[in-house]
Structure formats: structure tokens, C-alpha cells
């Protein structure tokens, strides 16, 4: 056990990957910066309620207006009130006038509904920050509000130290776990500890791209040939062969993932606090 704990622990924020789906959001404001909110929540299967006069509405917001009618609700009219708040889980504005921002913000806090407001990071109850996403794999870079640009210019260096085969990797490797409870069921307890002692031994032996080649006929033979035998067999051994598949796409920015439609089925999170965490002192 480590016991060497960081006695200055503090002035961060914390990472997790909140589940959205089906609550409501507002998002107030149809701009450029609203257009990015409506792809980050559409990730997320929450039902959207976009408030913004149609004047208003960037080209990017009106495009997903059209391709998920479903999903979004477009009201063409300015915020009216509280009575706006009504029902909702989580509100953002993104609009052009701070004066109404903060007026929404206090709304919020009355009502206990969490805010962002893309113009007044010390009000905010959370912040966004820049994406990676490969299927279930979902790498956030934050900054704490220090440094949006550094944060899209660190995202293209963690992009780049990416093989391209996590995301297909994580979604076989959340199959295999499936299968071993079938061999293995129960909760916690001895069987909980043996389960993730063969798992973590197995996820440090193999490649991610021996992990993303995977398929039911290998899965059943690691179940049979190494769990059933009390041992972590070999990527070959159940058949794996090891030649270099190559990948089209590797990893994607949100843009281009939320294109394919991919809907994650896992909810994994990374999360690079950077700077603001240890050495840098916080606004508020
Ligand atoms: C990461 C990202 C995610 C996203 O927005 O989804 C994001 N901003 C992005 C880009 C970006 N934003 C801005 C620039 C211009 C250059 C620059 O200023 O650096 C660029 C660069 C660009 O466009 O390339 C201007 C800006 N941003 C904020 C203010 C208000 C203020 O600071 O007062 C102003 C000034 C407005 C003005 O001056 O009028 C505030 C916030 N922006 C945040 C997130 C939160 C903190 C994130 C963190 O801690 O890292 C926070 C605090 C609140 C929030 O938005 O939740 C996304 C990258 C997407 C990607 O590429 O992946
Ligand atoms: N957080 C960030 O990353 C970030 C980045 C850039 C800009 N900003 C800030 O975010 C805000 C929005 O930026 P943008 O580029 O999207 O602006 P924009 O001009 O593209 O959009 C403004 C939007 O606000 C809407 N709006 C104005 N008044 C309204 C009202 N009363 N009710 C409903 N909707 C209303 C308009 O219809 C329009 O859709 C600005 O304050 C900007 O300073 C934040």
C-alpha cells in the first residue's frame, strides 16, 4: 500500500464522468460556443432544450437542430424568466450579454441547478474542458480555467501519444469482463478479488491492439485455455495472430467522433488536471 501521501493536496477540481442521460439541459445562447455545448451534451443521450431567437443561431447549432430533431428542442425567443429553470438537471449559457449571464447564474443557485456560464468562469459550478474520445475511451484536459488554448494544444499531444486502438480495445475488453462474471459470478468478496487479480494481470501482458483484435471464439478459449486453468495465457496461445493491422482513423477529436455516431457504451474517463492542480494559485 502506498502510504506516501501528498500533504498539499487542494486547489483543483474534481474529474468525473457525469452521467447525463436522459435529464434535461437548457442551453441559452445558439452561438459558436453554444454549438460546441449541444455536441458535448448530445454525447451524453440527455434531452437538449436550446433557448435562442433564430437570428442568433450559429451555422454548426442549426445543422445539429437538423440532424437530431428528436433530441433537441429549439425555442426561437430570448430567456424569459425562471420559469425557464423549470424541470431542468443542468443549464449553460453561452450568450453575448454578461449582465443576463450572471442574472441566470443566480437563478441557478436558487434553484440548486448546476450552471456554466461560458463568460464568467468564477461563477461556474463546472467547467468544460478540451476532448478525446475513442468509443468508451474519454480523455479530458483541463487547465481549471487558467488556459482554454494550452488545453486544445495539450489535447494534440496526448492525441499523438495514442495508439488508435484504445477505444476498440476497451469496448472488447468490457466484453471479456462480461464473460468472466458468467464463469465467475458474485459480487465482491473472494470472487470479486480473484476476478480482478487474473484481469489486471492479463490487461498489463497484452497489447491494445491484441486486445482490440478480439472475438468471441478467443474470448471463449482465454475463458477456457487460461481462467478455467488458473493463468493468464498469451495472445498467441488462443489464437491471436500478431501481424500489424493497420488503423484508418486512430484516435478523434469530439468533431469527428460525435460524425460516426459512435455512442459509448462503457463510461471511462481520463482526466489530466494540468497546471492549475499543484503549481498555479486559483483565481476565486
Ligand atoms: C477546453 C474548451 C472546451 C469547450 O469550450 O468545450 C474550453 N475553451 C476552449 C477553447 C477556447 N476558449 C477560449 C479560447 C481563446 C484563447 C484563450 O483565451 O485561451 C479558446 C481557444 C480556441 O478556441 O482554440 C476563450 C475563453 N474561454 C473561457 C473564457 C472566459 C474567461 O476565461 O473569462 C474565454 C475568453 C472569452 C473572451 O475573451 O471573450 C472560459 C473557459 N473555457 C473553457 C473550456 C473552460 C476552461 C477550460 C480549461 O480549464 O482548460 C472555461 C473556464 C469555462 C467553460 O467554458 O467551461 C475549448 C477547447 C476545445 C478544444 O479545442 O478541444
Ligand atoms: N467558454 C469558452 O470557451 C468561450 C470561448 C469563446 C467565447 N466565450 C464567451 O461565450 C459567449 C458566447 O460566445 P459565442 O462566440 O458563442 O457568441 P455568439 O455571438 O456566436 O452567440 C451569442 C448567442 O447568444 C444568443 N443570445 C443573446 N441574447 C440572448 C437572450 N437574451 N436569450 C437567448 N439567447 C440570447 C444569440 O442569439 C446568439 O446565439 C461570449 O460571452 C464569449 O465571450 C466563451
Known amino acids: 500500500m502506498d502510504l506516501s501521501l501528498d500533504p498539499n493536496l487542494g486547489g483543483g477540481s474534481l ?5 447525463l442521460k436522459d435529464k434535461n439541459v437548457l442551453i441559452v445562447g445558439g452561438g459558436e460556443v453554444a454549438s460546441q455545448r449541444v455536441e ?3 454525447v451524453t443521450d440527455a434531452r437538449i432544450t436550446v433557448l435562442s431567437p433564430e437570428k442568433g443561431l450559429s451555422l454548426r447549432t442549426k445543422r445539429f437542430l437538423e440532424l437530431y430533431p428528436d433530441r433537441i428542442v429549439h425555442y426561437d425567443r430570448p430567456f424569459t424568466g425562471s420559469n425557464e429553470l423549470e424541470n431542468m438537471d443542468m443549464v449553460l449559457t453561452a450568450i453575448d450579454d454578461n449582465n443576463l449571464s450572471l442574472e441566470i447564474v443566480g437563478m441557478c443557485r436558487k434553484a440548486k441547478i448546476p450552471v456554466n456560464a461560458a463568460d464568467i468562469p468564477d461563477l461556474c459550478d463546472f467547467y468544460f474542458g478540451a476532448q478525446i474520445r475513442d468509443g468508451p475511451l474519454q480523455i479530458m484536459i483541463s487547465t481549471n480555467g487558467q488556459g482554454p488554448r494550452l488545453s486544445a ?3 494534440q499531444k496526448v492525441q499523438g501519444s495514442l495508439t488508435g486502438f484504445e477505444g476498440e480495445a476497451l469496448r472488447k475488453v468490457g466484453e471479456l469482463r462480461q464473460l468472466l462474471k458468467v464463469y465467475e459470478p458474485g459480487v465482491g468478496g473472494a470472487a470479486g478479488r480473484k476476478r480482478m487479480k487474473w484481469m489486471t494481470q492479463l490487461c498489463n501482458q ?4 491484441e486486445f482490440a483484435s478480439m472475438d468471441a471464439d478467443m474470448m471463449k478459449r482465454i475463458m477456457e485455455d487460461g481462467w478455467m486453468q488458473g493463468r493468464c495465457p498469451t495472445f498467441e496461445e488462443v489464437g491471436g495472430k500478431s501481424s500489424r493491422r493497420t488503423l484508418a482513423g486512430g484516435p478523434q477529436t469530439i468533431s469527428s467522433w460525435s460524425k460516426n455516431l459512435l455512442i459509448p457504451s462503457l463510461s471511462f474517463v481520463a482526466g489530466l488536471v494540468v497546471a492549475g492542480l499543484i503549481s498555479i494559485p486559483r483565481r476565486r
Request: no cysteine; net charge negative.
Open 153 to 155: 494544444l495539450i489535447k
Open 206 to 209: 497484452w497489447e491494445m491492439e
Open 40 to 42: 458535448s451534451i448530445l
Open 15 to 19: 474529474l468525473i464522468a457525469w452521467q
